[in-house]
């Protein structure tokens, strides 16, 4: 079964360094998602993607927050100037269309901020 | 904004016994989404239901999404231990943002 792969699966970093996620959807899919975990809760939505610009994006997704597509293959999350509070899971998916494809999430990308 | 409550929490259960998680709404729904999570693991989509009054089943699954569609149930009978996990509906709002439920942990009682 195609899968969205992320990198790296865990990652420390220290308070107030830039933090940069990867995910590569599954290659037929047009719709990105970035959503986020915060351990023991419930699975939050950051952003989408779609035609190389952001479709939507959650409260959350403030001006710390990028998304990029440098490549054909490559989808990147950027966060700046990382907080203590950003620590968490973060889950890139992608779909084949908006509203009613299946939406396949990656294994999920776990960031540490101390 | 869009919310969606889920209940119960956590619901401990003897292997065998059956399991049921539900979400609801104060507004009318255009869909609903199950998904799972194992622990340690991401999410897995399970079902979307879209219909009123829709009933939908996986082998030990039934998925009802309500009359009104503002309301659904995950029911799984005769749980096996390989159905542990977190058990989260969630429902596209208007700015196709997918809102999560808090989830219902099902733990099977050793």
């Known amino acids: 079964e195609p899968e969205v792969t992320q990198t790296p699966s865990h990652q420390v970093t220290q308070m107030g360094q830039e933090v940069i996620l990867r995910c590569v959807p599954i290659s037929n899919h047009l719709y990105f998602y970035w959503y986020r975990q915060i351990l023991g809760q419930k699975v939050e939505f950051l952003v989408s993607?779609?035609?190389?610009?952001?479709?939507?994006k959650s409260e959350i997704f403030d001006d710390q927050f990028s998304v990029e597509r440098p490549d054909g293959s490559n989808f990147t999350l950027k966060i700046r100037s990382t907080k203590l509070e950003d620590s968490a899971m973060y889950f890139c998916?992608?779909?084949?269309?908006?509203?009613?494809?299946?939406?396949?999430f990656g294994e999920g990308s776990w960031l540490t901020v101390v | 904004g869009q919310q969606v409550m889920q209940i119960p929490q956590y619901q401990h259960v003897q292997e065998g016994e059956d399991f049921t998680t539900y979400c609801n709404s104060s507004?009318?729904?255009?869909?609903i989404q199950w998904y799972k999570q194992r622990p340690g693991g991401h999410p897995v989509f399970l079902i979307q239901?879209?219909?009123s009054g829709e009933v939908k089943k996986q082998k030990r699954l039934t998925f009802q999404f309500g009359e009104a569609k503002k309301n659904s149930s995950l029911h799984i009978t005769a749980t096996q231990t390989t159905d542990v996990g977190t058990y989260f509906c969630a429902v596209m709002d208007s700015n196709y943002q997918l809102i999560w439920g808090a989830g219902t942990k099902l733990i099977i009682k050793p």
């Open positions: 239901l879209v219909k």
């Open positions: 507004t009318t729904l255009s869909n």
């Open positions: 993607f779609y035609n190389n610009e952001i479709s939507e």
């Open positions: 998916a992608s779909s084949a269309d908006r509203v009613w494809d299946t939406i396949y």
